[in-house]
């Protein structure tokens, strides 16, 4: 039930973004380009995901499970640091340069050219690459 329930949400997600068209990338850089010729669309898009999550997040927190039976996770209790600063700047920075992130290009692979192919798996090799980097550095020398 938990992965159908995951599968769904996924593919919600994915269609959510197709019809807003955030998985074009043109449509991003445009909301980036302030000094430019702007488009807001992106900012309504946000507005229009945010609420109805806000709303989620409230009612799952008067929830002791969740639908599926398990228990319900709480807040992150993580800090900011280097690690997360440096991974949302990599992150914004390749946003910036490309126009999609990685539910976008998850969402267009098979509806577009190659581009959605070559953005997916540059993502997997670096993800990849990060999960090496680290467990050789866990290593004792």
Do not use: H, Q
Request: hydrophobic share 55%; net charge positive; glycine share 18%.
């Amino acid at each position: 039930m938990r992965g159908l329930t995951a599968g769904l949400s996924g593919a919600l997600f994915g269609l959510g973004l197709y019809v807003s068209d955030m998985v074009n990338p043109a449509r991003v850089l445009a909301f980036l380009d302030v000094a430019g010729d702007w488009d807001p669309t992106l900012a309504f898009v946000m507005a229009g995901a945010l609420i109805p999550m806000a709303v989620a997040w409230r009612v799952a927190a008067r929830r002791g499970r969740a639908l599926c039976g398990a228990e319900m996770p709480g807040p992150p209790k993580g800090r900011i640091d280097g690690r997360l600063i440096g991974g949302a700047a990599l992150f914004g920075l390749g946003w910036g340069l490309v126009g999609l992130c990685p539910g976008p290009a998850l969402a267009i692979i098979g509806l577009t050219d190659a581009n959605g192919w070559i953005f997916a798996a540059s993502m997997i090799a670096g993800m990849l690459g990060w999960g090496a980097a680290m467990a050789m550095r866990s290593r004792p020398a």
